[in-house]
């Protein structure tokens, strides 16, 4: 197999054996890949500071004899990110994002959409501090790449505006009270102003957001996180991290 130069977000590592890691990669030219990092756990690598959650990199990709992993060679830093790393609030935010996309993408699918959506995503959590607008804005633009399309306006049963309203991530939007019927499993209860605010904010594709009021941003963060849950099925890991420097 070619050596395949790529750019590369790191998504994590895991050890492997004396001075070796394997790291998950969301590579722009091969997708999401798992690779072994030769020697980078050596002190005298500089390799190692390359492979941090979030570090943009360049790298080459290869196969090496009958192995089934990818192996990694050549690899230097495009952006560290400090600026994210400086911030517990945007280090959470930040792997809660590298968590979703390691959990959405299959090993080689290879979307260089998200791949650019995810850099953009990184660069405005550095530079910015309205860090859950951030993660609103790409929460809702990855539903829609990964095929979820919600309905924040009007009950998906009934098309009611309702008042009082429950939201199903399954079922893709509001249901109002009437339609309800008992049935609340993976629902959750939604206030009509966060209803209204995530639909007038659902199709925004860039990264720009009107300031709004802080406790609805609030809502709406763990409307999104809700979502994410009831998809997948249990709380994202980071989750519990968001939740403990909250407390
Ligand atoms: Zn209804």
Known sequence: MPLYKTEAIVIRTIKLGEADKIATLFTNELGKVRA????????????????????????????????????????????????????????AYGLYLLELVDRFLLEGDVNKGVFAFLKDTLDFL???????????LFGLHFLRLSGYQYKFDRCISCGDDPLIAFFSPHKGGLICNGCIRGEQRGMFPINKAVALYLNSVKNIDGMIIEPANTDIVNE?????????????????????FINEIKG
């Open 36 to 91: 072994v990092a030769k020697g980078v756990r050596r002190t005298k690598s500089r390799f190692g500071s390359a492979l941090e959650p979030f570090t943009h990199i360049n790298t080459g990709i290869f196969i090496k004899g009958s192995s089934s992993l990818y192996r990694m060679r050549d690899t230097g830093i495009i952006h560290s990110y400090h600026k994210i790393r400086e911030d517990i609030n945007k280090i």
């Open 126 to 136: 550095g530079e910015r501090e309205d860090v859950k607008e951030i993660f609103i």
């Open 220 to 240: 709406a963060a763990e409307i999104i996180k809700g979502i994410f849950t009831e998809i997948i099925g249990r709380p994202l890991l980071t989750q519990e």
